[in-house]
């Protein structure tokens, strides 16, 4: 049975002290995947969401989200063996908080090669302009076995009839 409580994505709540309305672009990460070649550590994408408009006037309410996710949600799936793995979302104020981004979308290859300084600089984000952070952890569990199987693998046979 798949652990219902991170399946599905997170419902959002940001608090925003701006009262304009600014873009933003969220980004989840999990960046203990192990790299034995390199005797280190590598990241893996588990949801980009581009765009999403948000402003104090929202305060206290669930951020609805846009549609187009170049990377849509990923469960937390930490391999069997491996310590505690953090999962990180980044939010970050667009580059020009008033026009939208065009984000490429990602295939599962992309996720697993995921570099978060790089898509920062690719994009032209500066974290310093605001923005926000939100980290957990998690361990295996027996749940995650389920994911591997009935997520990933449902996602890839989608990727792969999609020709991504």
Known sequence: MISFKTLYPPCLRVTAFHTETRLYTLVMVDPDVPDPTNKSYKQFLHWVVPNIPL??????QNVSLPENQPAPWI?????NGTKYHRYVIFLFQNPDPSKPLEISEYNV???KTFNLRKFISEYGFQPENGGGAH???ELW?????DIYREVLS???????LAGA
């Open 55 to 60: 402003s104090a006037l929202q305060f206290g």
């Open 75 to 79: 469960p937390p799936h930490p391999t």
């Open 109 to 111: 290859e992309q996720r």
């Open 135 to 137: 980290m957990w952890r």
């Open 141 to 145: 569990s027996t749940a995650v076995s």
């Open 154 to 160: 449902m996602l890839c046979a989608f990727l792969l």
